[in-house]
Nanobody
């Protein structure tokens, strides 16, 4: 059974930084999504198996960086210049397809989520 365990969420002031981690029980293409209260889950960033290809939502491009350490089966989301609108529960997800995916429907496995709160 695939397990994804997120960590690194917390409370930070606007303009601050956080790094989220997602440890997987295997090697998969990965993505990060987020869901704010009363809103639908939205795509944040994705990375392919090797880590050589990444893709970002326009809302986080230039501020967030997704990366991976394949030796540790861990994916990271470095979040800089955080804004109050980044406040959400962040989920990591995994799939077995070869290319990057940005639709939640194409992901097979999900973590439990970690709360990120950005105060103004």
């Amino acid at each position: 059974q695939v397990q994804l365990v997120e960590s690194g969420g917390g409370l930070v002031q606007a303009g601050g930084s956080l790094r989220l981690s997602c440890a997987a029980s295997g090697h998969y293409a990965m993505g990060w999504f987020r869901q704010a209260p009363g809103k639908e889950r939205e795509f944040v960033a994705a990375i392919n198996w090797s880590g050589c290809s990444t893709y970002y939502a326009d809302s986080v491009k230039g501020r967030f960086t997704i990366s991976r350490d394949n030796a540790k089966n861990t994916v990271y989301l470095q979040m800089n210049n955080l804004k109050p609108e980044d406040t959400a529960v962040y989920y990591c997800a995994a799939h077995k397809k070869l290319s990057i995916r940005s639709s939640a429907y194409e992901y097979d496995y999900w973590g439990q989520g970690t709360q990120v709160t950005v105060s103004s």
